[in-house]
T-cell receptor
Framework: DQQVKQNSPSLSVQEGRISILNCDYTNSMFDYFLWYKKYPAEGPTFLISISSIKDKNEDGRFTVFLNKSAKHLSLHIVPSQPGDSAVYFCAASALRQNFVFGPGTRLSVLP | ETGVTQSPTHLIKTRGQQVTLRCSSQSGHNTVSWYQQALGQGPQFIFQYYREEENGRGNFPPRFSGLQFPNYSSELNVNALELDDSALYLC??????????????FGPGTRLTVL
């Protein structure tokens, strides 16, 4: 049973537009969420995180939104750039212990 | 400050053999976690070591074992390899204060192929 779901395996967006990546979770004990980006032949790179006491966190072009009642979070990238093309993983944890990852969404930003 | 490094980068083994993968944590980090990433899937948590002791384990059999050394480097050992063990193995280090981890930083991974 997948506790963290990313229902879109892939997403294509035009350069300069907004990319929205979605993530759903089932475990109500999760209280800390992260997004990672992964290029081929590299390990995942941390992007941004959010604690369950917040509903939004921004870092430059990246914003994460958390809707606890819906058990849903999303990552917004504005504006999207070709270098953002990668696989994006959503991860969740309870008390910042063992992290559970989703299956990933492949983002392609078209020039 | 050096990042997380892993060795080897690629490895080919046959069924039934044993393998040891190595990880050097990022400077200042005291916790290391190991993940298995099968093709097309997200990383699956294997186990975590904190101050040289196992501190959490995912749904993996006992033939997956590990060590963390005083310098916080780590090994992942897999015995009696099976074909399904073919995957990318990722090591992630973090700084834990008590039970709370700060963000994990990943190494590039070791690609294991079992024939």
């Amino acid at each position: 049973d997948q506790q963290v779901k990313q229902n879109s395996p892939s997403l294509s967006v035009q350069e300069g537009r907004i990319s929205i990546l979605n993530c759903d979770y089932t475990n109500s004990m999760f209280d800390y969420f992260l997004w990672y980006k992964k290029y081929p032949a590299e390990g995942p790179t941390f992007l941004i995180s959010i604690s369950s006491i917040k509903d939004k966190n921004e870092d430059g072009r990246f914003t994460v939104f958390l809707n606890k009642s819906a058990k849903h979070l999303s990552l917004h990238i504005v504006p999207s750039q070709p270098g953002d093309s990668a696989v994006y993983f959503c991860a969740a944890s309870a008390l910042r212990q063992n992290f559970v990852f989703g299956p990933g969404t492949r983002l392609s930003v078209l020039p | 400050e050096t990042g997380v490094t892993q060795s080897p980068t690629h490895l080919i083994k046959t069924r039934g053999q044993q393998v040891t993968l190595r990880c050097s944590s990022q400077s200042g980090h005291n916790t290391v976690s190991w993940y298995q990433q099968a093709l097309g899937q997200g990383p699956q948590f294997i186990f975590q070591y904190y101050r040289e002791e196992e501190n959490g384990r995912g749904n993996f059999p006992p033939r997956f074992s590990g060590l963390q050394f005083p310098n916080y480097s780590s090994e992942l050992n897999v015995n009696a390899l099976e074909l399904d063990d073919s995957a990318l193995y990722l090591c992630a280090s973090s700084l834990a204060v008590g039970l709370t981890q700060v963000t994990q930083y990943f190494g590039p991974g070791t690609r294991l192929t079992v024939l």
